[in-house]
């Protein structure tokens, strides 16, 4: 077309992306052009503007890692990581919501036996007590649910950014028993700031945006047969709860604080029921 015109231009290069084999491919394209050349629109973008967008993107990118995802970094603090989670959940209301995974994320954690603790001997912070139960959609107890948990230190670093820590500390993975339980030992995380030294970090002080996360407790959950969820768990009474950074806050991953007396002194007790969906025996046996 030789003729194009800010009226015509958005038709022109959606059509372009219509000849995938894929229908949901061209829904996902046609979509997002359109959307995009929306948001030019709606706000004037100007050539200067569009320049400083671009190194923007550029400097994320540099910033980007092995060990550090500013990408998913970025996606987390405009609140898109959690708008897709929001999106699922309305879709499965019945499964546990997801929550963000975060840049802290390591493999291989190690197995854990129920009862056993997931941070050093004496490690500083308040006693925490973690158990629950792992079923389906139905309530029906999952045997050998495996649950994957992680969080930081009192000093509020995670292990792979605290070079006092070992890599695996406040990191294990744990089986249910023969009843869909689990039951073991660590400390309350506490808040911590999302990484300030990249790009993002220039956004967030840019807008004088709190960088702030409510403490969490992470959790992966998976089971033969069933959709792993990914998710966190946070404490009503943390300081950050209203205006965690990623929005990753939900009210059924929130726990009111109780506290019991334990041999390691009074202890903060959270118990939650996970609920995983299953999924169709097609899809489970691919």
């Keep these: 077309m030789r003729n194009l015109t800010?009226?015509?231009?958005?038709?022109?290069?959606a059509a372009s992306f219509e000849t995938s084999q894929s229908p949901r491919?061209?829904?996902?394209?046609?979509?997002?052009?359109?959307?995009?050349?929306?948001?030019?629109?709606?706000?004037?973008?100007?050539?200067?503007?569009?320049?400083k967008l671009l190194d923007f993107f550029y400097r994320v990118g540099d910033k980007t890692t092995e060990t550090r995802d500013e990408f998913m970094l970025l996606?987390?603090?405009?609140?898109?990581?959690?708008?897709?989670?929001?999106?699922?959940?309305?879709?499965n209301p019945e499964v546990t919501p997801a929550s963000p995974l975060g840049p802290f994320y390591l493999e291989n954690a190690p197995v854990i036996r129920q009862g056993e603790s997931l941070c050093r001997v004496d490690e500083p912070g308040i006693p925490l007590v973690f158990k629950g139960?792992?079923?389906?959609?139905?309530?029906?107890?999952?045997?050998?649910?495996?649950?994957?948990?992680?969080?930081?230190?009192d000093s509020g670093l995670y292990s792979n950014e605290d070079e006092t820590q070992d890599?695996?500390?406040?990191?294990?993975?744990?089986?249910?028993?023969?009843?869909?339980?689990?039951?073991?030992?660590?400390?309350?995380?506490?808040?911590?700031?999302?990484?300030?030294?990249?790009?993002?970090?220039?956004?967030?002080?840019?807008?004088?945006?709190?960088?702030?996360?409510?403490?969490h407790l992470h959790v992966v959950v998976s089971a033969s047969g069933c959709e792993s969820v990914i998710t966190e768990l946070f404490f009503s009474d943390c300081e950050y709860i209203d205006i965690d950074a990623?929005?990753?806050?939900?009210?059924?991953?929130?726990?009111?604080?109780?506290?019991?007396?334990t041999d390691r002194g009074e202890t903060l007790s959270v118990e939650h029921h996970f609920r995983l969906r299953q999924l169709s025996q097609e899809l489970s046996t691919l």
């Design 167 to 215: 890599d695996m500390n406040n990191r294990g993975r744990i089986y249910t028993d023969d009843q869909g339980m689990f039951a073991l030992n660590t400390i309350r995380p506490k808040p911590y700031s999302v990484p300030m030294d990249g790009p993002v970090g220039d956004l967030l002080n840019a807008f004088a945006r709190s960088p702030w996360r409510s403490a």
């Design 133 to 153: 139960i792992v079923t389906d959609e139905q309530g029906t107890p999952i045997i050998n649910a495996l649950l994957d948990i992680w969080h930081n230190a």
């Design 25 to 51: 491919n061209v829904e996902l394209m046609v979509g997002l052009v359109k959307c995009l050349h929306g948001f030019i629109r709606e706000v004037d973008l100007s050539h200067g503007e569009w320049v």
């Design 75 to 91: 996606s987390d603090v405009m609140g898109i990581t959690s708008l897709v989670d929001l999106l699922a959940a309305t879709k």
């Design 246 to 261: 990623v929005g990753g806050v939900r009210p059924s991953l929130t726990h009111e604080p109780i506290y019991i007396p």
């Design 6 to 13: 800010q009226d015509t231009i958005t038709d022109y290069i």
